[in-house]
């Protein structure tokens, strides 16, 4: 009968055998003392029953030390395992290892303290635990166990990230892939919605019969395309407002274009949007509070409006903006009153 039972799974030997072996090298565990499966000369001997000697290992060691993996927590021999340390009651250590979370011990083991294998911190407490087991160890200086200790953090990370990851997912996991799955789906019968209408486009260039019948079918696409932009960039512009009022935001707008009307501070709601400002990053907090166009904020809204001055400019956008113009709407972007139209 051994003092310490390692319970873990077979896709995780190598973590296993490193483990032993500092409980070997750096505690100084007999190596008679440990069970362990995957470990020769502490595993199962030639001729036993698997089945038959492993329960007769986990009857009464002084402690059982189960190591929670991903595959750990999918393999029904050491959920076994777990539970009949958990129904005879003896002293356990759960080694939570990433991305295995302490709820996973709180849900078998009910409050039994755990630790987590990247917390090298623990390690000093895990010497500590062998310790009190009453297992008669051998000797080991300090400088076996700083040295031994410093392997250790090093050989964890390369075994961490070569664990054998799980192969189920949660419910909850599951939902979130079908949720993507279903936008990606969505997303796909909206790029089949625009491959038709450019097909579509496409027969119709080759129907027309001269030049200006070109042209129309073309502005007709465009002026579309381009009402999806002005509203892609205002958007962007939209999503960018610092927590202010829109106001205060349309008027911080016009300070690109030297058109800004000052802070009235003895106005209550001019106050305190210019304070939240300040506090925001966005203000110089120092007369006359200067805008801080430089700051990583602001300089995003700068970029977006100088995108749509850009495009508003362009070629893409001329037909669209005669339109708009033609409606009625101004499209100047230094008119307070564009603003006050299609930033609200």
């Known amino acids: 009968m051994t003092d310490i039972f390692i319970s873990h799974a077979v896709a995780d030997a190598a973590l296993a055998n490193k483990f032993v072996a ?115 160890l051998e000797p080991r200086t300090e400088h076996d166990w700083d040295k031994k200790r410093a392997a250790w953090k090093v050989d964890l990370k390369k075994l961490l990230k070569n664990l054998a990851p ?33 097909s579509e486009t496409i027969e119709e260039l080759k129907a027309a019969k001269d030049p200006v019948a070109v042209k129309a079918i073309m502005s007709k696409k465009t002026s579309v395309d381009a009402e999806a932009r002005f509203k892609e960039i205002l958007k962007t512009i939209v999503d960018l407002r610092p927590r202010v009022s829109i106001y205060f935001y349309r008027n911080l707008i016009m300070d690109l274009y030297g058109k800004a009307v000052p802070i009235v501070w003895y106005d209550s709601d001019q106050k305190w949007n210019a304070e939240m400002a300040i506090q925001y990053n966005i203000m110089d907090p120092d007369p006359p509070h200067a805008y801080l166009w430089r700051g990583k904020k602001l300089k995003k809204v700068q970029a977006a409006v100088r995108a749509l001055d850009e495009f508003l400019e362009s070629e893409e956008a001329a037909d669209f903006v005669k339109e708009r113009e033609s409606s009625g709407n101004t499209m100047d972007t230094d008119d307070l009153e564009f603003w006050e139209d299609n930033l609200n």
């Open 22 to 136: 500092f409980l070997k090298e750096a505690i100084g565990v007999p190596a008679k003392s440990i069970f362990c499966s995957s470990v020769d000369g502490q595993n199962i001997p030639f001729g036993d029953d698997f089945n038959v000697y492993m329960k007769k290992q986990i009857q009464s060691p002084k402690l059982v030390i189960l190591m929670m993996t991903p595959c750990y927590m999918e393999s029904w021999f050491c959920l076994m395992e777990l539970g009949a340390t958990w129904a005879k009651s003896l002293k356990a250590l759960p080694i939570v290892v990433p991305p295995i979370k302490f709820s996973a011990v709180s849900g078998t083991l009910g409050l039994k303290q755990g630790w987590s294998i990247d917390n090298d911190a623990k390690l000093v407490d895990l010497r500590q635990m062998i310790q009190g087991t009453g297992t008669a």
């Open 166 to 198: 799980a192969t189920n997912v949660s419910a909850s996991e599951h939902k979130a892939l079908q949720d993507e799955l279903a936008e990606l789906k969505q997303e796909l019968a909206g790029l089949q919605d625009v491959y038709d209408e450019a």
